[in-house]
Nanobody, 128 residues
Framework: QVHLLESGGGSVQPGGSLNLSCVVS????????IGWFRQVAGKEREKVAT????????DIDDSVKGRFTIHQDNAKKAVYLEMGSLKPEDTATYYC?????????????????????WGQGTQVTVSP
């Protein structure tokens, strides 16, 4: 059973930065889709960024492109979401999720339907 532990959320002023971490345990790190999603109460969950832990091909949603980046640390079995130039509309609960890619070695992990295992979430609040 893959276990995901998120950390790094908090409160920040507009224009600030936060770095979220997702540590993977209970399974091998390679050959997985790891994604960051966010959700505001009463709204649908939306995908923010994804990465294939073997190919390292990543995808960033247009709404945060140029401000957020995703990367991984194989030794720490962790995936990070670096968030910069934060805006009030980035306020949400951020979830790390894992899933199986189409190929264990190649390709991307953009498709949201691949994610079936979720962390507990970490709150990000951006306000003056």
């Amino acid at each position: 059973q893959v276990h995901l532990l998120e950390s790094g959320g908090g409160s920040v002023q507009p224009g600030g930065s936060l770095n979220l971490s997702c540590v993977v345990s209970g399974s091998t790190f390679n050959g997985k889709c790891i994604g960051w999603f966010r959700q505001v109460a009463g709204k649908e969950r939306e995908k923010v960024a994804t990465i294939h832990t073997s190919s390292t091909i990543s995808d960033i949603d247009d709404s945060v492109k140029g401000r957020f980046t995703i990367h991984q640390d194989n030794a720490k079995k962790a995936v990070y979401l670096e968030m910069g130039s934060l805006k009030p509309e980035d306020t949400a609960t951020y979830y790390c999720a894992s899933g199986s890619p189409q190929s264990m070695y190649w390709g991307n992990c953009e498709a949201s339907h691949r994610y079936n295992n979720w962390g507990q979430g970490t709150q990000v609040t951006v306000s003056p």
